[in-house]
């Protein structure tokens, strides 16, 4: 079956500092991978994605994340954090071709400092 | 292109009610998926319906159910409401056929449920 997860629940980082949120999956097949952020009341959008090809991917926002399967990981980083960086992102898997019937993580809150 | 629109936004209700979520997927979208999204539990998928068929499920009781139109709009409904069925209901849409390719998922801003 598959799974997520993110190790962290509350990163903290400073304006101007490097982003890291990690993520590590399960899955018995090749998956799609993505990261989406949540601002307060609001949906979700798409950061980025893995499906297939390169297995590192650029998303918005300056972001970025590399699918290592050997380690089963796709963790998120940003060079230089902003503080509108701030908010809610997590971590999904799919097996499906669609790409629907996400499994999430539990979610890591990323707070900005000045 | 208007996105994905669910309706209510908020809504309250009691204990043994029953309650009914909709969802307007951006137009040209087959695919509809429901979420529910709770701090206990995080996000769990519901359920997925492409073309008016359920094609994915997750693991929930038989009181959450859904449907499809056929202009795609989708109804979920919850019956006997219990207090931890309290939570963000989010609903996404994608063209939905995955013939060989990724079709990317957009969220709708999501029903927020109250149960007392």
């Known amino acids: 079956a598959q799974s997520v997860t993110q190790l962290g629940s509350h990163v903290s980082v400073s304006e101007g500092a490097l982003v890291l949120l990690r993520c590590n999956y399960s899955?018995?097949?090749?998956?799609?991978l993505f990261w989406y952020v949540q601002y307060p009341n609001q949906g979700l959008q798409l950061l980025l994605k893995y499906t297939t090809g390169a297995t590192l991917v650029k998303g918005i926002n300056g972001f970025e994340a590399e699918f290592k399967k050997s380690e089963t990981s796709f963790h998120l980083t940003k060079p230089s954090a902003h503080m509108s960086d701030a908010a809610e992102y997590f971590c999904a898997v799919s097996e499906n071709q669609a790409g629907t019937a996400l499994i999430f993580g539990k979610g890591t809150t990323l707070s900005v400092s000045s | 292109k208007a996105g994905v629109t669910q309706t209510p936004r908020y809504l309250i209700k009691t204990r043994g009610q029953q309650v009914t979520l909709s969802c307007s997927p951006i137009s040209g979208h087959r695919s509809v998926s429901w979420y529910q999204q709770t701090p206990g539990q995080g996000l769990q998928f519901l359920f997925e319906y492409f073309s008016e068929t359920q094609r994915n499920k997750g693991n929930f009781p038989g009181r959450f159910s859904g449907r499809q139109f056929s202009n795609s709009r989708s109804e979920m409904n919850v019956s006997t409401l219990e207090l931890g069925d309290s939570a963000l209901y989010l609903c996404a849409s994608s063209l939905g056929h995955g013939k060989g390719s990724y079709n990317e998922q957009f969220f709708g801003p999501g029903t927020r449920l109250t149960v007392l």
């Open positions: 899955s018995s097949v090749p998956p799609y």
